[in-house]
């Protein structure tokens, strides 16, 4: 095989894992709970928020829009997410309780990733 039928190859091959790599990141779907970590002047806490919320939320990053919401209205009820053993003693994120947010009392907003899984509110 010649040097230019190689690099030809290896390209396609190149290309087409590319082009898989990237439809298959499309096709992940979205996590059903997105969680936020709400910084106030004492402490924080974990909260979140279903896609559907955030979607209804409005356009922007998430993060911006419960901020707005939270300005806008004052307040907001989210739950309250908190490290917990699972099913089979496996730790997970789970909902603890409903809670208001107050505008008052929030310092800053940030998306918040764990390698626990998020369980969802029933």
């Known amino acids: 095989m010649t040097t230019a039928r190689r690099r030809s190859v290896l390209f396609g091959a190149l290309a087409a894992a590319t082009l898989f790599s990237a439809s298959a990141r499309a096709l992940t779907p979205l996590p059903p709970v997105t969680l936020f970590k709400v910084v106030g002047p004492r402490d924080e806490i974990f909260i979140g928020l279903l896609t559907a919320e955030l979607e209804a939320l ?5 993060a911006e829009a419960i901020s707005k ?3 806008t209205d004052g307040q ?3 739950w309250q997410y ?3 053993r ?3 003693g496996v730790l997970v994120m789970a ?6 947010v107050f505008a008052a009392g ?8 764990t390698s626990y899984q998020v369980l969802t509110p029933n």
């Not at 909902?95 to 208001?100: D, E, L, N, S």
């Not at 929030?106 to 990733?113: D, F, G, S, T």
């Open 69 to 71: 919401k939270v300005a």
């Open 58 to 62: 409005g356009g922007g990053s998430p």
């Open 86 to 88: 699972g099913d089979g």
């Open 106 to 113: 929030v310092l800053r907003i940030e998306p918040y990733a």
């Open 82 to 84: 908190s490290v917990r």
């Open 76 to 78: 907001m009820t989210v």
């Open 95 to 100: 909902p603890v309780a409903k809670v208001g």
